[in-house]
């Protein structure tokens, strides 16, 4: 069993930035990633990360947001910068491999003015 423990989300302005982290209670060998639900949407990958380092991104971040991973500290990051009122959503934070996928409780993040 993967505990993973989301920080860092909040309520920031249009054009804020904040950054979100990841923390996973043993070595992940697959990819982690985030995903994120706005209100009345389904759940959407935001961007993900293998342990090599390769990146993925959904059109909608490209430019804006950047994945990236420690995996000495178990630990991925989302950089979220020119954050808007769309991106308001709980991120859940991911981790999978071969037959097996954990997830995160989830943070809030609101881009309110």
């Known amino acids: 069993q993967v505990q993973l423990v989301e920080s860092g989300g909040g309520l920031v302005q249009p054009g804020g930035s904040l950054r979100l982290s990841c923390a996973a209670s043993r070595n992940i060998f697959g990819t982690m990633g985030w995903y994120r639900r706005a209100p009345g949407e389904q759940r959407e990958l935001v961007a993900d990360?293998?342990?090599?380092?390769?990146?993925n991104y959904t059109d909608s971040v490209k430019g804006r947001f950047t994945i990236s991973r420690d995996n000495a500290k178990n630990t991925v990051y989302l950089e979220m910068n020119s954050l808007e009122p769309e991106d308001t959503a709980v991120y859940y934070c991911?981790?999978?491999?071969?037959?097996?996928?954990?997830w995160g409780q989830g943070t809030q993040v609101t881009v309110s003015s």
């Open positions: 990360i293998t342990r090599d380092g390769t990146t």
């Open positions: 991911n981790a999978r491999g071969l037959g097996w996928g954990y």
